[in-house]
């Protein structure tokens, strides 16, 4: 059982750069979620879907946009790197409010 | 605005030891709460959560508790293994169909062999 399966698991850029991050789930959740974790300020929520062909803002999606392809898929774009969104990137699905959420392993991403 | 508070942020315990981890929140209007464990450079592994309605889950040695009134919330892990070293975070669901959790910074828990 895959679960939430995230790629790269580690990604280095330039300051600038673009990149996305992809997010697919095999569970048939409707609900996905993309999140931040940085030293000493826990997790916080960039963007969230709700359901296929929906989006969200979260806490701090200030510099990224994400797009709900499918049901399975969720990406998470960085359209000009800054050095401080280095950090861990988690994509997380849930099948319905009352269901817990589940994780992925994360990317590490480092912007230079 | 809602804030969740885990007390203390490190424990390092002798293994065979019961041990309670706390978590706190603000706001009592909340939907449901889970914890979580994360193990270095992993996810979040889900552990256990708990609707706004019910008072307490138990999964093997893991024991939540949830006083919603009060704002507060226990993990009991009973007979602590070294394997049970990880982070655990404590996240609460706001009300009002909200789809944010909201995320303590977590307790790091060492068990020492």
């Known amino acids: 059982n895959a679960g939430v399966t995230q790629t790269p698991k580690f990604q280095v850029l330039k300051t600038g750069q673009s990149m996305t991050l992809q997010c697919a789930q095999d569970?048939?959740?409707?609900?996905m979620y993309w999140y931040r974790q940085d030293p000493g300020m826990g997790l916080r929520l960039i963007y969230y879907s709700a359901s296929e062909g929906t989006t969200d803002k979260g806490e701090v999606p200030n510099g990224y946009n994400v797009s709900r392809l499918n049901k399975r898929e969720f990406s998470l774009r960085l359209e000009s790197a800054a050095p401080s969104q280095t950090s861990v990137y988690f994509c997380?699905?849930?099948?319905?409010?009352?269901?817990?959420?589940?994780f992925g392993d994360g990317t590490r991403l480092s912007i230079l | 605005k809602q804030e969740v508070t885990q007390i203390p942020a490190a424990l390092s315990v002798p293994e065979g030891e019961n041990l309670v981890l706390n978590c706190s929140f603000t706001?009592?209007?909340?939907?449901?709460l889970q914890w979580f464990r994360q193990d270095p450079g992993k996810g979040l592994t889900s552990l256990l959560l708990?609707?706004?309605?019910?008072r307490e889950q138990t999964s093997g040695r893991l024991n939540a508790s949830l006083d919603k009134s009060s704002g507060r919330s226990t993990l009991y892990i009973a007979a602590s293994q070294p394997g049970d070293s990880a982070t655990y975070l404590c996240?609460?669901?706001?009300?009002?169909?909200?789809?944010?959790?909201?995320f303590g910074k977590g307790t790091k828990l060492t068990v020492n062999p």
């Open positions: 996240a609460v669901r706001p009300e009002g169909g909200s789809e944010k959790l909201v």
């Open positions: 997380a699905s849930s099948g319905q409010r009352w269901l817990p959420q589940h």
């Open positions: 708990i609707q706004s309605s019910q």
């Open positions: 706001d009592s209007a909340i939907y449901n």
């Open positions: 569970m048939n959740h409707n609900s």
